[in-house]
């Protein structure tokens, strides 16, 4: 039976959660309650794979990774944090970590990943030094948590990545970061935007050409790929490259060197691809727009960015810091209260990020007052009519939520609440909501699971659980 050491910090809960997974899935667990305790049992040659957590009692868990393999070369660590950020996860990685879970993560996920550790113990795992901690993307969801691990897992390789999704979701703050965060972050960063270069012009952009090559040609001119030599060039809207130039890419992925338009000298192309798009390439390729073997070459590693409607708590996240770089660009600082948040995260954003960062740094500019409200925020997306009403719904009852919220921690000062606070939270609202509901259809309760979007037996069962009389809503 294999032996796991469990580092964790002292939210028992996890703890115990983690231990009793662990043990179901057939391993003895040995718990390290300090770093201390982690030392002694791995100089005793005690486990085969380590689950720790980033912050400790007495120490970090992202430093005590060098230091465990040094001593026990092979033995696999994996990393849970809290700390959903993309340091985090690239820092764990090239610590050496074998795998990184951010929480709240799923238990089944966690025991797959420690089989999976143990079955390739031995192996080892590269180190590389970690660069600064000032990163351009920003998100704790769980799309973001997924985009953190692809990233952290591909930052030490050369391989190629194709980041998928839709305007404004950020496809080159994510280029820029696998070069910033990878071993030619020394070496230049280079972008091309394929739908902005005329069809005529674009093997040039990428290639270079002598001089005389053509009409107009007066002196040799370095391409993209020249000036990329030990960097990153990255090559953004992709499936706007016309079928000839994807014919000469194609042969340098290939071959590993270009000639420049009007050369005969080959020249190695010392450069890593990453690309992007918002198309849909399969679909292209369907319709013969796009090679299949080029887009082979480009998706080693697909990255798919998630649209801002699928993350929308990371908005506040997001607009907040917005507004601080507007202030440090010498805009007037803002703040937003829980009205406007809940009215950016009512709003659809089919500009994506790039749409939430102009309505930032144009509420900064324009609203007067040090605080931004739903209002403003409205007034600001350009919302009427029905739209307008919804936000104003959405933003009321989510600042009714917050501004109780706010009074009820203020109650207990310094000290937290009593624990349990999600469930009372939750059915102080359910309470209200179903006798609303039984009002509203006269106790009949098949109209009120209908009118809810929930079936019966759950409404019947709520009813029970609040101590409600549906005959009472009836007769009143």
Known sequence: MSAVILVADDDAAIRTVVREALSRAGHQVRTADSVAALW????????????????????????????????????PVIVMSAQNTLSTAVRATE????DYLPKPFDIDALTRTVASALARAGQGAPTAPMPGEDLPLTGRSPAMQEVYRIIARVVPTDLSVLILGESGTGKELVARALHDLGSRRSGPFVALNMAAIPRELIETELFGHERGA????????????????????????????PADAQT??????????????GGNRAIQADVRIVSATNQDLQRRIADGQFREDLFYRLNVVPLKLPALRERTGDVALLARQFLTRAAADGL?????????????????????????????????????????????????????????????????????????????????????????????????????????????????????????GINRNTLRKKLNDHSLDALAARRT
């Open 40 to 75: 002694k049992l791995i100089d005793d040659g005690v486990g085969d794979a380590v689950v720790t957590d980033v912050i400790l009692p007495d120490g970090n868990g992202l430093d005590l990774i060098p230091r465990i393999v040094e001593r026990r070369p092979g033995m």
């Open 95 to 98: 610590q050496g970590a074998f």
């Open 214 to 241: 053509f009409t107009g040609a007066a002196a040799r001119t370095s391409g993209r790929f020249e000036q990329a030599q030990g960097g990153t060039l990255f090559l953004d809207e992709i499936g706007d490259m």
């Open 248 to 261: 000469r890419l194609l042969r340098v992925l290939q071959s590993g060197e270009f000639t420049t338009v």
């Open 332 to 452: 007037p600082q803002k703040q937003l209260d829980p009205t406007a948040i809940a009215a950016l995260a009512a709003h659809h954003w089919p500009g994506n990020v790039r749409e939430l960062e102009n309505l930032m740094r144009r509420l900064a500019a324009l609203t007067s007052g040090d605080v931004i409200d739903a209002t403003a925020v409205l007034e600001g997306l350009g919302s009427t009519g029905e739209g307008v009403a919804s936000a104003r719904t959405a933003a009321g009852l989510a600042a009714s939520v917050a501004a109780h919220l706010d009074d009820y921690f203020a109650v207990f000062g310094e000290d937290l609440p009593p624990d349990g606070l999600y469930d009372r939270v939750l059915a102080e609202v359910e309470r209200p909501l179903l006798t609303l509901a039984l009002a509203a259809t006269r106790g009949n309760q098949i109209r009120a699971a209908k009118l809810l």
